[in-house]
Protein backbone atom coordinates (compact mmCIF):
# COMPACT_ATOMS: atom_id res chain seq x y z
CA UNK A 1 0.00 0.00 0.00
CA UNK A 2 1.13 3.21 -0.82
CA UNK A 3 2.71 5.48 1.93
CA UNK A 4 -0.02 7.85 1.61
CA UNK A 5 0.84 9.71 5.14
CA UNK A 6 4.50 10.85 3.86
CA UNK A 7 3.07 12.56 0.80
CA UNK A 8 0.52 14.93 2.35
CA UNK A 9 2.53 17.14 5.14
CA UNK A 10 1.76 20.49 7.52
CA UNK A 11 3.10 23.25 6.30
CA UNK A 12 5.42 25.13 8.09
CA UNK A 13 7.20 27.51 6.05
CA UNK A 14 9.34 24.88 4.50
CA UNK A 15 10.85 25.44 0.95
CA UNK A 16 8.33 24.56 -1.45
CA UNK A 17 7.43 25.03 -5.05
CA UNK A 18 4.12 26.91 -5.58
CA UNK A 19 1.49 25.59 -7.54
CA UNK A 20 -1.07 28.85 -9.14
CA UNK A 21 -4.37 27.60 -10.01
CA UNK A 22 -6.22 30.06 -12.15
CA UNK A 23 -9.77 29.57 -13.18
CA UNK A 24 -10.09 29.55 -17.16
CA UNK A 25 -12.25 33.11 -16.74
CA UNK A 26 -9.50 34.39 -15.08
CA UNK A 27 -7.06 33.42 -17.34
CA UNK A 28 -6.66 36.48 -19.64
CA UNK A 29 -6.15 38.66 -16.83
CA UNK A 30 -3.90 36.52 -14.86
CA UNK A 31 -2.05 36.23 -17.82
CA UNK A 32 -1.76 40.19 -18.40
CA UNK A 33 -0.10 40.27 -15.43
CA UNK A 34 2.84 37.97 -16.62
CA UNK A 35 6.29 39.23 -17.70
CA UNK A 36 6.69 39.17 -21.73
CA UNK A 37 8.80 36.37 -21.14
CA UNK A 38 6.19 34.41 -19.66
CA UNK A 39 3.67 35.05 -21.73
CA UNK A 40 5.66 34.28 -24.89
CA UNK A 41 7.18 30.86 -23.10
CA UNK A 42 2.87 30.44 -22.43
CA UNK A 43 2.52 30.92 -25.96
CA UNK A 44 5.17 28.80 -27.35
CA UNK A 45 3.80 25.93 -25.40
CA UNK A 46 0.37 26.63 -26.42
CA UNK A 47 -0.97 27.50 -23.08
CA UNK A 48 -4.36 28.80 -24.05
CA UNK A 49 -6.25 29.33 -20.74
CA UNK A 50 -8.28 25.96 -21.53
CA UNK A 51 -9.20 24.12 -18.20
CA UNK A 52 -6.20 21.27 -17.57
CA UNK A 53 -3.85 23.52 -19.38
CA UNK A 54 -0.77 23.47 -17.02
CA UNK A 55 3.16 24.89 -17.08
CA UNK A 56 6.00 24.63 -14.82
CA UNK A 57 7.16 28.69 -15.03
CA UNK A 58 10.72 30.26 -15.55
CA UNK A 59 11.62 32.34 -12.73
CA UNK A 60 14.43 34.41 -12.08
CA UNK A 61 17.41 31.56 -11.36
CA UNK A 62 17.51 27.88 -12.76
CA UNK A 63 15.83 26.68 -9.87
CA UNK A 64 13.62 28.99 -9.34
CA UNK A 65 10.16 28.04 -10.75
CA UNK A 66 6.93 27.85 -9.92
CA UNK A 67 3.59 25.67 -11.39
CA UNK A 68 0.77 26.81 -13.13
CA UNK A 69 -2.58 24.79 -13.00
CA UNK A 70 -5.88 25.88 -15.32
CA UNK A 71 -8.46 24.25 -13.73
CA UNK A 72 -12.65 24.99 -13.23
CA UNK A 73 -13.35 22.55 -11.01
CA UNK A 74 -14.88 23.73 -7.79
CA UNK A 75 -13.07 24.47 -4.96
CA UNK A 76 -14.57 21.72 -3.11
CA UNK A 77 -13.57 18.96 -5.26
CA UNK A 78 -11.31 16.38 -4.70
CA UNK A 79 -9.46 15.93 -7.99
CA UNK A 80 -9.05 20.03 -8.42
CA UNK A 81 -5.10 19.56 -8.50
CA UNK A 82 -5.58 15.38 -9.13
CA UNK A 83 -3.52 15.31 -12.77
CA UNK A 84 -0.86 17.28 -11.16
CA UNK A 85 1.28 14.52 -9.24
CA UNK A 86 1.47 13.16 -12.52
CA UNK A 87 3.06 16.04 -14.37
CA UNK A 88 4.95 17.33 -11.60
CA UNK A 89 8.93 16.66 -10.60
CA UNK A 90 9.78 14.80 -7.51
CA UNK A 91 9.55 17.50 -4.85
CA UNK A 92 7.56 19.58 -2.39
CA UNK A 93 4.51 21.61 -3.14
CA UNK A 94 2.33 23.95 -1.35
CA UNK A 95 -0.90 25.63 -3.20
CA UNK A 96 -0.58 29.62 -4.11
CA UNK A 97 -3.56 31.60 -2.81
CA UNK A 98 -5.54 28.63 -2.12
CA UNK A 99 -7.07 26.13 0.11
CA UNK A 100 -6.38 23.15 -0.41
CA UNK A 101 -9.40 21.40 0.83
CA UNK A 102 -10.52 18.20 -0.33
CA UNK A 103 -8.00 18.19 -3.23
CA UNK A 104 -5.18 16.47 -1.03
CA UNK A 105 -7.12 12.99 -1.89
CA UNK A 106 -6.59 13.61 -5.33
CA UNK A 107 -3.30 14.46 -4.79
CA UNK A 108 -2.78 10.95 -2.84
CA UNK A 109 -4.76 9.10 -5.23
CA UNK A 110 -3.15 10.29 -8.07
CA UNK A 111 0.76 8.58 -6.87
CA UNK A 112 -0.71 5.40 -6.22
CA UNK A 113 -0.58 2.20 -8.65
CA UNK A 114 -1.85 -0.96 -8.70
CA UNK A 115 1.50 -2.92 -9.84
CA UNK A 116 1.19 -6.70 -8.55
CA UNK A 117 1.87 -7.88 -11.91
CA UNK A 118 3.88 -5.92 -13.11
CA UNK A 119 7.23 -3.97 -12.81
CA UNK A 120 6.52 -0.55 -10.60
CA UNK A 121 7.03 2.19 -12.61
CA UNK A 122 10.18 4.34 -12.30
CA UNK A 123 8.03 8.07 -11.89
CA UNK A 124 11.14 9.75 -9.91
CA UNK A 125 9.76 9.45 -6.61
CA UNK A 126 6.86 11.30 -4.29
CA UNK A 127 5.46 14.62 -4.51
CA UNK A 128 4.79 15.92 -1.07
CA UNK A 129 1.95 18.40 -0.23
CA UNK A 130 1.91 20.56 1.84
CA UNK A 131 -1.31 22.17 3.90
CA UNK A 132 -1.97 24.95 6.27
CA UNK A 133 -4.66 22.55 7.24
CA UNK A 134 -2.84 19.91 9.45
CA UNK A 135 -5.87 18.81 11.52
CA UNK A 136 -7.51 17.49 7.90
CA UNK A 137 -4.59 15.11 7.34
CA UNK A 138 -5.43 11.68 9.08
CA UNK A 139 -8.89 12.17 7.84
CA UNK A 140 -7.79 12.54 4.15
CA UNK A 141 -5.36 9.89 4.15
CA UNK A 142 -7.52 7.32 5.66
CA UNK A 143 -10.00 8.12 3.32
CA UNK A 144 -7.04 7.50 0.77
CA UNK A 145 -6.29 3.85 1.73
CA UNK A 146 -9.72 3.10 1.90
CA UNK A 147 -10.03 3.61 -1.56
CA UNK A 148 -7.03 2.18 -2.37
CA UNK A 149 -8.28 -1.02 -0.96
CA UNK A 150 -10.92 -0.90 -2.71
CA UNK A 151 -9.43 -0.62 -6.13
CA UNK A 152 -6.42 -3.21 -5.18
CA UNK A 153 -9.04 -5.66 -4.25
CA UNK A 154 -11.13 -5.50 -7.39
CA UNK A 155 -7.99 -5.46 -9.52
CA UNK A 156 -7.09 -8.86 -8.55
CA UNK A 157 -7.23 -11.55 -10.35
CA UNK A 158 -9.68 -14.17 -9.77
CA UNK A 159 -7.00 -16.70 -8.90
CA UNK A 160 -5.78 -14.08 -6.17
CA UNK A 161 -8.84 -13.48 -4.98
CA UNK A 162 -11.13 -15.56 -3.90
CA UNK A 163 -13.37 -16.64 -0.68
CA UNK A 164 -10.32 -17.19 1.65
CA UNK A 165 -8.88 -14.34 0.08
CA UNK A 166 -11.55 -12.16 0.99
CA UNK A 167 -11.49 -13.81 5.15
CA UNK A 168 -7.61 -13.19 5.09
CA UNK A 169 -8.44 -9.17 4.24
CA UNK A 170 -11.13 -9.16 7.19
CA UNK A 171 -8.61 -10.76 9.18
CA UNK A 172 -6.30 -8.38 8.50
CA UNK A 173 -8.47 -5.47 9.10
CA UNK A 174 -9.91 -7.51 12.77
CA UNK A 175 -6.56 -8.05 13.61
CA UNK A 176 -5.41 -4.05 13.19
CA UNK A 177 -8.19 -2.20 14.67
CA UNK A 178 -8.88 -5.30 17.31
CA UNK A 179 -12.26 -6.81 16.22
CA UNK A 180 -14.47 -10.35 16.77
CA UNK A 181 -14.18 -12.53 13.20
CA UNK A 182 -16.17 -15.33 12.53
CA UNK A 183 -16.66 -17.21 9.50
CA UNK A 184 -19.03 -19.77 8.96
CA UNK A 185 -18.57 -22.40 6.66
CA UNK A 186 -19.11 -26.26 6.08
CA UNK A 187 -22.39 -27.84 7.29
CA UNK A 188 -22.63 -25.10 9.25
CA UNK A 189 -23.11 -22.69 6.40
CA UNK A 190 -25.57 -25.34 4.72
CA UNK A 191 -28.18 -25.43 7.62
CA UNK A 192 -28.01 -21.92 8.59
CA UNK A 193 -27.16 -19.75 5.33
CA UNK A 194 -28.62 -22.38 2.90
CA UNK A 195 -28.64 -19.77 -0.31
CA UNK A 196 -25.30 -19.07 0.23
CA UNK A 197 -24.04 -22.30 0.50
CA UNK A 198 -26.68 -23.24 -2.49
CA UNK A 199 -24.36 -20.68 -4.53
CA UNK A 200 -21.02 -21.35 -3.28
CA UNK A 201 -20.91 -25.05 -3.35
CA UNK A 202 -19.84 -25.74 -7.31
CA UNK A 203 -16.95 -24.31 -6.42
CA UNK A 204 -13.50 -26.44 -5.57
CA UNK A 205 -12.45 -26.94 -2.34
CA UNK A 206 -10.21 -24.53 -1.81
CA UNK A 207 -12.29 -21.77 -2.82
CA UNK A 208 -15.58 -22.90 -0.94
CA UNK A 209 -18.12 -20.90 0.18
CA UNK A 210 -18.63 -19.15 3.41
CA UNK A 211 -20.13 -15.69 5.48
CA UNK A 212 -17.10 -13.91 7.27
CA UNK A 213 -18.39 -11.36 9.96
CA UNK A 214 -16.62 -8.98 11.91
CA UNK A 215 -18.00 -7.10 14.97
CA UNK A 216 -15.84 -4.09 16.66
CA UNK A 217 -16.82 -1.45 18.93
CA UNK A 218 -18.61 -0.72 22.26
CA UNK A 219 -22.15 -3.12 22.38
CA UNK A 220 -24.01 0.32 23.83
CA UNK A 221 -23.29 2.11 20.98
CA UNK A 222 -25.73 2.00 17.79
CA UNK A 223 -25.42 -1.00 15.52
CA UNK A 224 -24.93 -0.39 11.85
CA UNK A 225 -24.57 -3.28 9.73
CA UNK A 226 -22.25 -3.41 6.93
CA UNK A 227 -23.15 -5.95 4.02
CA UNK A 228 -21.09 -6.42 0.91
CA UNK A 229 -21.90 -8.88 -2.05
CA UNK A 230 -18.74 -11.01 -2.30
CA UNK A 231 -18.55 -13.00 -5.66
CA UNK A 232 -15.36 -13.67 -5.83
CA UNK A 233 -15.72 -14.69 -9.79
CA UNK A 234 -19.33 -15.39 -11.86
CA UNK A 235 -19.70 -17.44 -14.58
CA UNK A 236 -23.33 -17.30 -14.67
CA UNK A 237 -23.58 -20.99 -13.10
CA UNK A 238 -25.51 -23.22 -15.23
CA UNK A 239 -27.54 -20.03 -16.95
CA UNK A 240 -23.81 -19.56 -18.01
CA UNK A 241 -22.38 -15.94 -19.68
CA UNK A 242 -20.76 -15.24 -22.59
CA UNK A 243 -16.97 -14.74 -22.84
CA UNK A 244 -17.92 -10.65 -22.74
CA UNK A 245 -20.31 -11.10 -19.83
CA UNK A 246 -17.70 -13.01 -18.28
CA UNK A 247 -14.58 -10.96 -18.72
CA UNK A 248 -14.71 -8.37 -15.74
CA UNK A 249 -16.30 -10.60 -13.73
CA UNK A 250 -13.36 -10.74 -11.31
CA UNK A 251 -14.95 -7.14 -10.33
CA UNK A 252 -18.04 -9.10 -8.80
CA UNK A 253 -16.80 -8.85 -5.34
CA UNK A 254 -16.89 -5.71 -5.49
CA UNK A 255 -19.41 -5.27 -3.06
CA UNK A 256 -17.20 -6.60 -0.59
CA UNK A 257 -14.41 -4.32 -1.35
CA UNK A 258 -16.66 -1.64 -0.80
CA UNK A 259 -17.86 -2.85 2.41
CA UNK A 260 -14.11 -3.71 3.83
CA UNK A 261 -13.19 -0.47 2.69
CA UNK A 262 -16.19 1.57 4.84
CA UNK A 263 -15.14 -0.67 7.70
CA UNK A 264 -11.84 0.34 7.87
CA UNK A 265 -13.06 4.22 7.77
CA UNK A 266 -15.36 3.28 10.80
CA UNK A 267 -12.62 1.83 12.95
CA UNK A 268 -9.75 3.95 11.98
CA UNK A 269 -11.87 6.47 13.03
CA UNK A 270 -13.39 4.96 16.21
CA UNK A 271 -16.69 6.25 14.83
CA UNK A 272 -19.05 5.66 17.99
CA UNK A 273 -21.10 2.41 16.40
CA UNK A 274 -21.20 -1.07 17.00
CA UNK A 275 -19.90 -2.71 13.50
CA UNK A 276 -21.27 -5.26 12.46
CA UNK A 277 -19.35 -6.26 8.85
CA UNK A 278 -21.23 -9.29 7.06
CA UNK A 279 -19.35 -10.92 3.62
CA UNK A 280 -21.33 -13.71 2.00
CA UNK A 281 -17.94 -15.15 -0.13
CA UNK A 282 -18.51 -17.06 -2.68
CA UNK A 283 -17.75 -19.00 -6.39
CA UNK A 284 -20.40 -18.97 -8.62
CA UNK A 285 -18.73 -21.60 -10.68
CA UNK A 286 -19.53 -24.82 -12.84
CA UNK A 287 -19.99 -28.47 -11.57
CA UNK A 288 -22.09 -31.39 -11.27
CA UNK A 289 -23.11 -30.11 -7.83
CA UNK A 290 -24.01 -26.45 -9.02
CA UNK A 291 -27.17 -25.58 -8.24
CA UNK A 292 -30.32 -25.41 -11.25
CA UNK A 293 -32.75 -23.43 -12.43
CA UNK A 294 -36.11 -24.52 -10.97
CA UNK A 295 -34.37 -24.98 -8.11
CA UNK A 296 -36.36 -24.27 -4.69
CA UNK A 297 -33.69 -22.68 -1.81
CA UNK A 298 -34.79 -22.23 1.85
CA UNK A 299 -33.24 -19.46 3.42
CA UNK A 300 -31.90 -18.32 6.66
CA UNK A 301 -34.74 -15.96 7.23
CA UNK A 302 -37.30 -19.11 6.58
CA UNK A 303 -38.85 -17.97 3.16
CA UNK A 304 -38.49 -20.33 0.36
CA UNK A 305 -36.87 -18.83 -3.15
CA UNK A 306 -37.85 -20.34 -6.59
CA UNK A 307 -34.20 -20.23 -8.64
CA UNK A 308 -35.24 -18.53 -12.15
CA UNK A 309 -31.50 -17.67 -12.69
CA UNK A 310 -28.39 -19.16 -11.91
CA UNK A 311 -27.04 -15.36 -12.56
CA UNK A 312 -29.00 -13.99 -10.32
CA UNK A 313 -26.95 -15.48 -7.49
CA UNK A 314 -25.89 -11.80 -5.75
CA UNK A 315 -29.21 -11.38 -4.28
CA UNK A 316 -29.41 -14.58 -3.12
CA UNK A 317 -26.33 -14.42 -1.01
CA UNK A 318 -27.01 -11.23 0.12
CA UNK A 319 -30.75 -12.20 1.36
CA UNK A 320 -29.03 -14.88 3.79
CA UNK A 321 -26.55 -12.27 4.83
CA UNK A 322 -29.55 -9.60 5.43
CA UNK A 323 -31.34 -11.72 7.70
CA UNK A 324 -28.54 -12.60 10.11
CA UNK A 325 -27.82 -8.66 10.29
CA UNK A 326 -31.28 -8.45 11.20
CA UNK A 327 -31.48 -10.59 13.83
CA UNK A 328 -29.03 -8.65 15.67
CA UNK A 329 -31.24 -5.57 15.56
CA UNK A 330 -29.62 -2.93 13.63
CA UNK A 331 -29.89 0.83 13.95
CA UNK A 332 -28.75 0.95 10.65
CA UNK A 333 -27.95 -0.92 7.30
CA UNK A 334 -25.97 -0.39 4.30
CA UNK A 335 -25.28 -2.94 1.50
CA UNK A 336 -22.57 -2.94 -1.37
CA UNK A 337 -23.28 -5.13 -4.25
CA UNK A 338 -22.15 -5.01 -8.15
CA UNK A 339 -25.70 -6.43 -8.49
CA UNK A 340 -27.54 -5.76 -11.53
CA UNK A 341 -26.38 -5.12 -15.16
CA UNK A 342 -29.81 -2.87 -15.46
CA UNK A 343 -28.42 -0.51 -13.25
CA UNK A 344 -25.38 0.53 -15.67
CA UNK A 345 -27.79 0.38 -18.51
CA UNK A 346 -30.16 2.82 -16.57
CA UNK A 347 -27.23 4.96 -15.29
CA UNK A 348 -23.94 4.23 -16.70
CA UNK A 349 -20.67 3.52 -14.92
CA UNK A 350 -19.91 6.27 -12.45
CA UNK A 351 -23.52 6.30 -10.81
CA UNK A 352 -24.24 3.68 -8.05
CA UNK A 353 -28.43 3.01 -8.35
CA UNK A 354 -29.33 3.74 -4.64
CA UNK A 355 -32.48 2.24 -3.15
CA UNK A 356 -33.25 3.39 0.80
CA UNK A 357 -36.25 2.63 2.63
CA UNK A 358 -36.28 5.73 4.90
CA UNK A 359 -36.82 8.90 3.73
CA UNK A 360 -34.39 10.85 6.18
CA UNK A 361 -31.36 8.03 5.09
CA UNK A 362 -32.00 9.02 1.57
CA UNK A 363 -31.74 12.50 1.98
CA UNK A 364 -28.31 12.02 4.34
CA UNK A 365 -27.26 9.69 2.38
CA UNK A 366 -27.49 11.71 -1.16
CA UNK A 367 -26.58 14.96 0.40
CA UNK A 368 -23.47 13.10 1.74
CA UNK A 369 -22.64 12.10 -1.67
CA UNK A 370 -23.23 15.47 -3.59
CA UNK A 371 -20.77 17.15 -0.91
CA UNK A 372 -18.16 14.79 -1.24
CA UNK A 373 -18.01 14.85 -5.27
CA UNK A 374 -18.77 11.35 -4.63
CA UNK A 375 -22.53 11.12 -6.45
CA UNK A 376 -25.33 8.61 -5.91
CA UNK A 377 -28.78 8.40 -8.03
CA UNK A 378 -32.06 7.33 -6.32
CA UNK A 379 -33.80 4.51 -7.66
CA UNK A 380 -37.59 3.73 -6.26
CA UNK A 381 -38.38 0.57 -4.04
CA UNK A 382 -41.13 0.58 -6.56
CA UNK A 383 -44.09 -1.70 -4.32
CA UNK A 384 -46.10 -2.00 -7.34
CA UNK A 385 -43.50 -4.46 -9.11
CA UNK A 386 -43.18 -6.95 -5.95
CA UNK A 387 -46.08 -8.95 -7.97
CA UNK A 388 -42.72 -9.76 -10.84
CA UNK A 389 -41.23 -11.77 -7.58
CA UNK A 390 -44.11 -14.16 -7.44
CA UNK A 391 -44.28 -17.74 -8.04
CA UNK A 392 -46.39 -20.49 -8.31
CA UNK A 393 -44.83 -22.68 -5.80
CA UNK A 394 -42.70 -21.36 -3.74
CA UNK A 395 -42.75 -17.95 -1.45
CA UNK A 396 -40.84 -15.78 -4.48
CA UNK A 397 -38.67 -15.59 -7.16
CA UNK A 398 -35.18 -14.28 -7.75
CA UNK A 399 -35.35 -13.23 -10.85
CA UNK A 400 -38.57 -12.18 -13.22
CA UNK A 401 -38.49 -12.84 -16.92
CA UNK A 402 -40.42 -10.33 -17.90
CA UNK A 403 -36.96 -8.10 -18.46
CA UNK A 404 -38.62 -4.79 -16.85
CA UNK A 405 -36.47 -2.56 -13.99
CA UNK A 406 -34.27 -5.16 -13.18
CA UNK A 407 -32.57 -3.45 -10.40
CA UNK A 408 -35.43 -2.28 -8.69
CA UNK A 409 -36.39 -5.71 -8.63
CA UNK A 410 -33.36 -7.09 -7.47
CA UNK A 411 -33.61 -4.49 -4.76
CA UNK A 412 -37.15 -5.55 -4.23
CA UNK A 413 -35.59 -9.16 -3.67
CA UNK A 414 -33.47 -7.54 -0.94
CA UNK A 415 -36.12 -5.96 0.91
CA UNK A 416 -37.63 -9.10 1.66
CA UNK A 417 -34.48 -9.94 3.72
CA UNK A 418 -33.75 -6.69 4.92
CA UNK A 419 -34.84 -5.88 8.71
CA UNK A 420 -38.21 -4.62 8.58
CA UNK A 421 -38.66 -0.64 10.29
CA UNK A 422 -34.99 0.19 10.27
CA UNK A 423 -33.14 2.38 7.74
CA UNK A 424 -31.57 0.24 5.12
CA UNK A 425 -29.91 1.67 1.96
CA UNK A 426 -28.68 -0.58 -0.97
CA UNK A 427 -25.97 0.37 -3.07
CA UNK A 428 -25.86 -1.19 -6.77
CA UNK A 429 -22.43 -0.13 -7.79
CA UNK A 430 -20.61 -0.90 -10.63
CA UNK A 431 -17.13 -0.92 -8.78
CA UNK A 432 -14.63 -0.12 -12.05
CA UNK A 433 -13.86 3.00 -13.76
CA UNK A 434 -13.91 1.97 -17.83
CA UNK A 435 -12.05 5.09 -18.42
CA UNK A 436 -9.38 6.82 -16.85
CA UNK A 437 -9.36 10.56 -15.38
CA UNK A 438 -6.93 12.13 -13.17
CA UNK A 439 -6.39 10.13 -10.07
CA UNK A 440 -8.74 7.35 -11.28
CA UNK A 441 -7.40 4.53 -12.86
CA UNK A 442 -9.48 2.71 -15.28
CA UNK A 443 -10.32 -0.79 -13.53
CA UNK A 444 -11.37 -0.95 -9.87
CA UNK A 445 -12.95 1.92 -8.61
CA UNK A 446 -15.08 2.84 -5.03
CA UNK A 447 -18.32 4.88 -6.11
CA UNK A 448 -20.56 5.35 -3.13
CA UNK A 449 -17.68 4.88 -0.85
CA UNK A 450 -17.27 8.64 0.19
CA UNK A 451 -20.97 9.41 0.31
CA UNK A 452 -21.58 6.69 2.92
CA UNK A 453 -18.88 7.61 4.73
CA UNK A 454 -19.51 11.36 5.23
CA UNK A 455 -23.67 10.17 6.11
CA UNK A 456 -22.58 8.07 8.64
CA UNK A 457 -19.62 10.63 9.70
CA UNK A 458 -22.58 13.58 10.17
CA UNK A 459 -24.91 10.76 12.09
CA UNK A 460 -22.61 9.36 14.66
CA UNK A 461 -19.12 11.74 14.84
CA UNK A 462 -21.27 14.49 16.20
Not at 191 to 216: C, Q
Not at 418 to 443: M, Q, S
Request: proline residues 7%; aromatic residues 6%; charged residues 25%.
Amino acid sequence: MTDFAALLQPDRGQPARTIEIVHPDGFADWLGQQPPRIRTMLAANRVTGKAGNKAILPGDGAEDWSVLHVCDEAPTSPWRIASQPDFLPEGTYRLKNAELGAAGLGWLLAQHRFDKYTKPEKDGGPRVLLTADAATIEETVRVAQATALVRDLVNLGSSDMGPAELEAETGKLAKKFDATLTVTRGDALTTGYPMIDAVGRAAAKHRAPRLIELEWGNPTHPRVAVLGKGVCFDSGGLDIKPASGMRLMKKDMGGAAHALGLASLIMGARLPVRLHLLIPAVENAISADAFRPGDVLKSRKGLTVENTNTDAEGRLVLGDALAKAAEDKPALVIDYATLTGAARVALGPDLPATFVNDEALASDLLDAGTAAHDPLWRLPLWDGYDDYLKSDIADLINAPDNGYAGAVTAALFLRRFAPEGVPWAHLDTFAWRPTAKPARPKGGDALGLRAAWAMLKKRYAG
